[in-house]
Each structure stands twice: as C-alpha cells, then as structure tokens.
C-alpha cells in the first residue's frame, strides 16, 4: 500500500498545509517506483521512500496534544483587543487601511 499527501497524514493540522508536502511526497513516490520498476523481476518488490521526519512538527503536534488548554484563549476572546481585531480582520477588508475599519473602531 502507497500513501501520500493527506492520506499519509501530512496536512498539517495547524496551518492546513498540505500542497507542499502532497506534491513532495507524490513526486519522492513516483521516483522510487519508476526505480524499482527499472529492475522489475516480477517477484515481490520493496520500495523505500526518502520522505522527511518532521521531527520538529511532531514534537510540536505531542507537545500541543499533551499541554494545549482553552483557558488562555478564552480569556482573550473576552477581552476588547481580540474583540477589535476580529473585527478589523472579518469586516473590513482592507483592516486599518480602510476609513470604515477606523470609524468601527472609534465608535465603539
Ligand atoms: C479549504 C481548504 C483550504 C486549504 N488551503 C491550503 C493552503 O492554503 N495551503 C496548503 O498548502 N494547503 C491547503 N489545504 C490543504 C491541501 O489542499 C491538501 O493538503 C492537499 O490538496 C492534499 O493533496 P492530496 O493530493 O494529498 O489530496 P487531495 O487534494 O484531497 O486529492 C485526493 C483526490 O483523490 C480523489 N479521490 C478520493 N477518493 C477516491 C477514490 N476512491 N477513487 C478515485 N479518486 C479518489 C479525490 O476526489 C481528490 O481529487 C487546504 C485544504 C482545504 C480543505
């Protein structure tokens, strides 16, 4: 069985980047095949992918498993800062170089 991209669970569930490593992998999959297909004897056939560890991500990923907490964002949601900001971002589409986005801000 062959997985990449997504299916191998490269999206990052963070960003939702996946492009990048679905193409990186789809290419890396089809290098070693073409590979090992040059030598094809018809018996049974092992292919080994040069693919990253992620080591980093995958710290990243256990340490935001094992430690992340609501509290800390629920605090910010309540507060006028993130409230303006959401604002800015959701309703206005240029933020602060819009007179709009200035006059919401004001007014409140
Ligand atoms: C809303 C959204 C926004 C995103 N934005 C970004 C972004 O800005 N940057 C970024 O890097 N990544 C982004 N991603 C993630 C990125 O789209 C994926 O990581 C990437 O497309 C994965 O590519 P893939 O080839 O592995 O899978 P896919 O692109 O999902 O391709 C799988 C294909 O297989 C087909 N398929 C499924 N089952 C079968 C079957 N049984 N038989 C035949 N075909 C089948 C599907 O129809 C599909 O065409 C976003 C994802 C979403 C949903």
New binding site residues.
């Given amino acids: 069985m062959l997985l990449?991209?997504?299916?191998?669970g490269?999206?990052s569930p963070l960003?939702?980047?996946?492009?990048?490593?679905?193409?990186e992998?789809?290419r890396a999959s089809a290098v070693a095949l073409t590979a090992a297909l040059v030598c094809d004897t018809g018996a049974a056939m092992t292919v080994t992918i040069d693919v990253p560890q992620f080591r980093i991500k995958r710290l990243l990923r256990k340490a935001f498993d094992v430690f992340q907490n609501d509290w800390l964002f629920d605090v910010l949601l309540s507060t006028g800062a993130l409230s303006a900001t959401a604002r800015l971002t959701y309703f206005h589409r240029r933020g602060l170089l819009s007179s709009s986005a200035w006059k919401d801000l004001l007014r409140r």
């Avoid at 990449?4 to 191998?8: E, K, L, M, P």
């Avoid at 960003?15 to 193409?23: D, E, F, S």
């Fill in positions: 990449v991209g997504d299916a191998a490269l999206v960003t939702a980047g996946g492009i990048h490593t679905a193409l992998s789809g």
